[in-house]
């Protein structure tokens, strides 16, 4: 017997199960939104649609409030994107590339960041945001989310960092170049497989964030686009088929930035793997 065909026939096997079970639930969200409610309430989850109900989508795009709360959640996104980009790149080159006492405590600062709960620090943040008078604005899901953020970004930028030859950076200073040039003119460009991995992350795990939001946001036209299921939701019904519609749409944009830039993780997790 070839074990070399046994264990390629063993490979493509495994792989063919970790599609299934990864596809299967958009594929099963998929048909679960064309589907009336008392078709999803009998149990029919396997089976296809009777009649495909294009008007969920239709209730979802306008009972559900979608372009509003999709640019809520475009804004919210973006600045947190922008800032925690920024801020996790500046504190990443200094703990990095300078020579200082403090800089190992930083970074071990950082990464204990990573291992706080989100929920242990509502209750506080509650009280400072109310303190501060910008509870029910963006900013108080924004501040939070960038806090949140700026570890796990530390830590994956600082790894291709560290591998960076100094050389670089040493004929910038000699040509008479700032350290804020270098670090946007030379430095930031350098390190786009790894900002791009904290992108995606940090788009993923914002964009459907619902804890935080819930927490410090009561106004409707500020919140964003998890809140929307809550329009199909009343005190004794629900329309499930609409909230089916409702999820695929706000999959999409998700999907659809993950698959743009879906080489662009491994490449970064890999180069900050070797590198670092």
């Not at 990864?22 to 099963?28: A, C, I, S």
């Not at 008479?176 to 497989?193: E, H, K, N, Q, W």
Request: net charge positive.
């Amino acid at each position: 017997m070839d074990f070399r065909i046994v264990r390629r026939a063993g490979a493509w096997i495994f792989m063919s199960i970790l599609v299934v079970t990864q596809l299967y639930p958009l594929v099963w969200l998929l048909l679960y939104s064309f589907k009336t409610s008392s078709e999803i309430v009998s149990g029919q989850f396997f089976a296809l649609p009777k009649k495909f109900m294009w008007e969920n989508y239709v209730d979802a795009f306008t009972s559900g409030n979608y372009l509003k709360y999709i640019g809520n959640s475009i804004w919210v996104t973006g600045i947190t994107l922008v800032l925690t980009i920024v801020l996790s790149g500046m504190v990443s080159y200094a703990i990095t590339r300078f020579k200082w006492r403090y800089g190992n405590i930083v970074m071990l600062v950082f990464l204990v960041g990573i291992m706080i709960p989100i929920q242990s620090t509502l209750l506080p943040l509650m009280v400072i945001f109310k303190n501060m008078s910008i509870l029910n604005t963006h900013a108080s899901i924004i501040i939070p989310y960038v806090a949140f953020s700026i570890p796990l970004a530390v830590f994956i930028l600082s790894g291709f960092l560290r591998g960076i030859p100094h050389e670089i950076e040493e004929s910038a200073m000699i040509d008479g170049a700032s350290i804020y040039r270098i670090f946007f003119s030379i430095v930031l460009p350098i390190t786009v497989p790894p900002i791009m991995t904290v992108t995606i992350l940090t788009f993923i795990s914002i964009w459907n964030e619902y804890i935080i939001a819930a927490t410090f946001l009561s106004a409707d036209s500020l919140k964003t686009l998890p809140f929307g299921v809550n329009s199909f939701v009343g005190q004794y019904t629900a329309n499930y088929g609409s909230i089916g519609a409702y999820l695929v749409l706000g999959a999409l944009p998700v999907i659809t930035f993950y698959f743009i830039l879906s080489d662009k993780i491994t490449k970064g997790m890999v180069a900050g793997a070797v590198k670092g």
